[in-house]
């Protein structure tokens, strides 16, 4: 689980401290405490921290409080804590609390008679025992995956890394449909939060670890509906209000068959990885699919690799030389053509050129492949063909 200011709450020095405003910021990184002791914070945090204030360094005024927090948001701290009565001056009045409230910034009221070096010690204790916790569960899902398969593996690597041993896994994978400027560290921090608050299931449970630019999701359960109620949760997540806006509300969600603990995890992460592919290459409307829903593409991914290129340079050779040698997209041409139907009129406005153009282009396909594209046994292999291809090999522009 990646550290957030969600985490803290259920510290047992939480049970005095008070958040009066910034809730909907609660998914903030949180890396370390620390106690403000100079008037401006700019120049020594890095940010993430918790930031703790006495008003011992510090102007009391409500100006002063809300300057600060526009500080923090800009530093992009994780919160911030104020000590209250006492010798503290510092109060958090309505407006204060309110500015917190439009900058997402958790604003904490703690008791001045808390003792502070307890408060930062449990608070740098959970951190560090998180961290630990986040790093095993990493190597144990990357070994999962990546290291060389063998019998019993899953069952092996969960004795090893103290985790739960469940008779049902899945994986599911979240990837931008844009790169752009997408964190993907800030989804991974967003979805541990919605993870904290929403699952709590008994019988099921999930792992999530950034690997490029992806999440992977490790999904174990103890019964298949179990599994199933977590891929529906992290489906619920991908169009959840708390991503919307933030650059990662267009996602894709592709998930794996539920399986026997027995099946290689190697394989239902393939299996993710071959719908994250076809909603991506294919253009579906839906950006979430599952390997289940793949139809004939399942039995595209379990032909080896050498009978599909093959069968792609049977049906589509000529055409692959011609794009090479005069950039002329007949590949593209043909896709969409087929795609819709044989509907001149929407191909020409997906492809956006004019319907003389198409058919231009499609005289030209005709003449190249030797072959009457309207024949319905020819159009269904063309097809086939041309799905391969653009799922397959068109993304890695592979000329076979």
């Known amino acids: 689980m990646s550290i957030s200011c969600y985490s803290i709450l259920k510290l047992n020095a939480f049970e005095r401290i008070r958040l009066a405003a910034g809730k909907n910021g609660l998914y903030r990184p949180l890396s370390w405490p620390c106690i403000c002791t100079t008037p401006s914070i700019s120049q020594w945090l890095h940010g993430g921290e918790l930031l703790f204030i006495t008003g011992s360094f510090f102007q009391t005024d409500e100006n002063s409080l809300m300057t600060l ?9 994780a919160g911030l804590v104020v000590l209250i009565g006492g010798e503290s001056q510092l109060t958090l009045t309505e407006a204060v609390c309110r500015h917190a409230d439009e900058n997402n910034l958790p ?88 993870q904290a608050i929403h699952c709590s299931l008994p019988d099921a449970s999930f792992i999530s670890v950034k690997h490029i630019s992806t999440i992977i999701n490790f999904v174990m359960a103890d019964t298949e509906r179990a599994a199933q109620k977590i891929l529906s949760l992290l489906k619920d997540f991908s169009s959840s209000e708390m991503l919307k806006g933030s650059g990662l509300d267009k996602m ?43 139809g004939v593409f399942k039995l595209f991914f379990d032909v080896p690799d050498a009978v599909r290129k093959a069968y792609c340079q049977e049906q589509l050779q000529p055409l692959l030389e011609e794009d090479d040698r005069t950039n002329s997209n007949l590949i593209n041409t043909l896709l969409y053509y087929l795609r819709f139907g044989g509907n001149i009129q929407q191909s020409a406005q997906q492809l956006f050129i004019h319907k003389n ?40 522009q592979l000329m076979m």
């Open 69 to 77: 927090i526009d500080e923090c948001v800009e530093k992009n701290l």
């Open 252 to 294: 894709l969600l592709a998930s794996s068959s539920i399986c026997s603990s027995d099946t290689p995890v190697h394989r239902l992460y393939e299996q993710a990885n071959m719908a994250l592919r076809v909603i991506a290459r294919v253009h579906s409307v839906s950006s979430q699919m599952s390997y289940d829903d793949l």
């Open 107 to 194: 604003l904490f009221e703690m008791p001045w008679d808390l003792r502070l070096v307890d408060v930062m010690q449990e608070i740098s204790e959970m951190i560090l025992s998180q961290k630990a916790l986040k790093d095993t569960k990493q190597r144990f899902l990357f070994d999962l995956i990546f290291s060389s398969d063998r019998p019993h593996k899953y069952e092996q690597l969960s004795t090893l890394y103290g985790l739960p041993l469940r008779r049902f896994i899945a994986v599911a994978v979240f990837r931008p449909i844009s790169d752009g400027d997408v964190d993907i560290s800030d989804l991974l921090l967003k979805l541990s939060y919605y």
């Open 357 to 396: 153009t198409l058919s231009y282009r499609l005289n030209r396909i005709k003449t190249i492949l030797n072959v009457d594209i309207n024949d319905p046994v020819i159009r269904n292999n063309l097809y086939n063909a041309l799905m391969i291809y653009d799922v397959f090999y068109a993304e890695d």
